[in-house]
């Protein structure tokens, strides 16, 4: 089991840049993949998987976010960070972190809502 909180959200103009953080409540080296969800409003295609990083460091980006965001783990401090640069309307979503462990059991934050409007 583990506890995750995302943090970071918020309100920002279209271009700007913003860090989400992901805090879990024990360390996070058992767990293979930690990811970044998102769901847009009244989008009824589901959560979107954003940026996954594993345990080794290999990332993985959906083509919408490539070249625009990074993701990164610090196993030691349990923490996962997503940097999202050049934001766009589009972005606009509640973003979820998650925690894969080696049972392939998912866990999930309760999410941090990011909102790109002029």
């Known amino acids: 089991q583990v506890q995750l909180v995302e943090s970071g959200g918020g309100l920002v103009q279209p271009g700007w840049s913003l860090r989400l953080s992901c805090a879990a409540s024990?360390?996070?080296?058992?767990?293979?993949?930690m990811s970044w969800y998102r769901q847009a409003p009244a989008d009824g295609r589901g959560r979107e998987l954003v940026?996954?990083?594993?345990?080794?460091?290999?990332?993985n980006y959906a083509d919408s976010v490539k070249g625009g965001f990074t993701i990164s783990r610090y196993n030691a401090q349990t923490l996962v960070y997503m940097q999202m640069n050049s934001l766009i309307p589009a972005d606009t979503a509640v973003y979820y972190c998650?925690?894969?462990?080696?049972?392939?059991?998912?866990?999930w934050g309760q999410g941090t809502k990011v909102t790109i409007s002029a």
């Open positions: 024990r360390n996070i080296v058992g767990f293979t993949t």
């Open positions: 998650t925690a894969r462990d080696l049972f392939i059991r998912d866990y």
């Open positions: 940026a996954t990083v594993s345990i080794g460091g290999n990332t």
